[in-house]
């Protein structure tokens, strides 16, 4: 009885702290995407209740009970990812950082479409700059998380764990000669599957290969829009903010 009491009061708090985070990521979207994300963020809530508060009684928090966890890498697992914020101060450029990773020309390059020779000189006839390539590797010298680390390799012992996120050729080779993927059971990088994040192609090719339902799927962002995304499949979305407030959603020790 003591368990169960300890269960309900644990799993109470994390749904306290879903409901939160949802706030959050609805506050941080445009005013024209608010409406059509609340929707998505009340089904999500609604799920993450069933999820915790009912997984003693259908078998959701035993171990054989195995769910697929999708965890985005930049800003996630590795840290000091901005290599385009040091290209920029190098050149002398000063340009909006983040709306330049929005934008069509990145989505592109990060789905593979083009070569980052062509990624510059299509930015340079834009912006009316004169950066020559190659540039994205010569910055980029990311930190793994340890803490994160530590926590996929919890979840790997009764789950899949697989990594799904945007990148570009030259940040790719550094990562996987630095071994940062080792962790994943697989990994899932934009430019080889030809889509990023937020089309919604992302998790559906992800779920397919994996095969499983969205239903089974938790995905780990910290852009907002990703986030969004995913959860409009189905997939139980969390923005990622620090790794106590993670482990706190997950239920897990902290």
Request: net charge neutral; charged share 25%; proline share 5%.
């Amino acid at each position: 009885m003591k368990r169960i009491i300890r269960t309900d009061i644990v799993s109470t708090f994390c749904v306290f702290k879903l409901v939160y985070y949802h706030i959050c990521l609805i506050l941080q979207l445009p005013d024209s995407s608010r409406i059509a994300v609340i929707p998505v963020s009340l089904f999500n809530i609604f799920g993450y209740n069933i999820l915790l508060l009912g997984g003693r009684f259908c078998g959701l928090h035993k171990k054989e009970r195995r769910m697929l966890y999708i965890f985005d890498m930049g800003g996630v697992v590795l840290h000091n990812i901005f290599t385009l914020k040091d290209i920029l101060a190098a050149e002398g450029c000063d340009l909006d950082m983040m709306a330049l990773y929005r934008d069509d020309l990145m989505t592109r390059y990060s789905s593979g479409q083009i070569t980052e020779q062509q990624y510059w000189t299509e930015f340079n006839r834009l912006h009316e700059t004169e950066i020559k390539p190659p540039q994205w590797g010569h910055f980029f010298n990311p930190k793994l998380d340890k803490a994160m680390v530590d926590l996929i390799v919890e979840l790997k012992k009764n789950n899949r764990v697989v990594c799904g996120s945007n990148t570009i050729k030259p940040h790719w080779d550094i990562s996987v000669e630095r071994g940062d993927y080792l962790p994943f059971h697989k990994v899932y990088a934009s430019h080889l599957m030809g889509v990023s994040k937020p089309d919604p192609r992302f998790w559906e090719i992800i779920l397919e290969k994996e095969k499983v339902r969205p239903g089974e799927a938790v995905f780990i962002d910290d852009f907002p829009e990703n986030v969004a995304a995913a959860a409009s499949l189905g997939i139980r979305s969390i923005q990622f903010r620090d790794i106590l407030s993670l482990r706190e959603i997950l239920c897990m020790p902290v």
